[in-house]
């Protein structure tokens, strides 16, 4: 079974700049989550779906931070415009029943 | 609002001793979900362990072992005999049935040969 498929796995733009984030999640994962993990912290929860809908986006900068899942499967998340403070590992993970997470590769980011 | 704490940012121990990692956490739900992860330096997220509010039987798998108290708000972790291959970040987390995942600042432990 394949894993969950993140793309790129590292980006560095300016600030000011844009960028976006792909995932694919494990066939048949309802759920798919995207985390945010800042260098020695714990990941973050930025938004979780349910299928295509938003079921938790309470700590999703939503001035710059957007995210979709326009049929239900992989998604994107992206920044707009990137600050300095963007700068972390960008984790999807998918799950089938809400509760084990499979994570994937994750995307580091690199704001300059 | 739900919280996990993890107090010991890191531990040292020499390959085949005991290690404990401890976790603490908060919630004022009666049903919720608590995780243990291993974040290796590859980097990737790896799941040990999902326990249930309502199973505070403890938990042992190979090496592994989990113990479960809710009159102290903690799920502790238990590496035995430890070995290299154990150096990672290990992450406490909580969730109230499948949403509001939250994650402790992680343990980083190094086993040294």
């Known amino acids: 079974e394949a894993g969950v498929a993140q793309s790129p796995r590292y980006k560095i733009i300016e600030k000011r700049q844009s960028v976006a984030f792909w995932c694919n999640p494990i066939?048949?994962?309802?759920?798919l989550y995207w985390y945010q993990q800042i260098l020695g912290q714990g990941p973050k929860l930025l938004i979780q779906?349910?299928?295509?809908?938003?079921?938790?986006d309470s700590q999703l900068p939503k001035d710059r931070f957007s995210a979709e899942r326009l049929k239900g499967v992989d998604s994107t998340l992206k920044i707009q415009p990137a600050k300095l403070e963007d700068s972390a590992v960008y984790l999807c993970?998918?799950?089938?029943?809400?509760?084990?997470?499979?994570f994937g590769p994750g995307t580091r980011l690199t704001v300059l | 609002a739900q919280k996990v704490t993890q107090a010991q940012t890191e531990i040292s121990v020499v390959e085949k001793e005991d290690v404990t990692l401890d976790c603490v956490y908060e919630?004022?739900?009666?049903?919720?979900?608590l995780f243990w992860y291993k974040q290796p330096p590859s980097g990737e997220l790896v799941f040990l362990i999902r326990r249930n509010s309502f199973d505070e039987q403890n938990e042992i798998s190979g090496r592994y072992s989990w113990n479960f108290q809710k009159s102290t708000s903690s799920f502790n972790f238990t590496i035995t005999a430890s070995q290299v291959v154990d150096s990672a970040v290990y992450f406490c987390a909580l969730a109230n049935y499948g949403q509001n995942f939250v994650f402790g600042p992680g343990t980083r432990l190094s086993v040294l040969p």
């Open positions: 066939s048949g994962h309802a759920t």
């Open positions: 919630t004022r739900d009666t049903t919720y979900y």
């Open positions: 993970a998918s799950s089938f029943s809400g509760r084990e997470q499979f």
């Open positions: 779906f349910q299928n295509n809908g938003v079921v938790d």
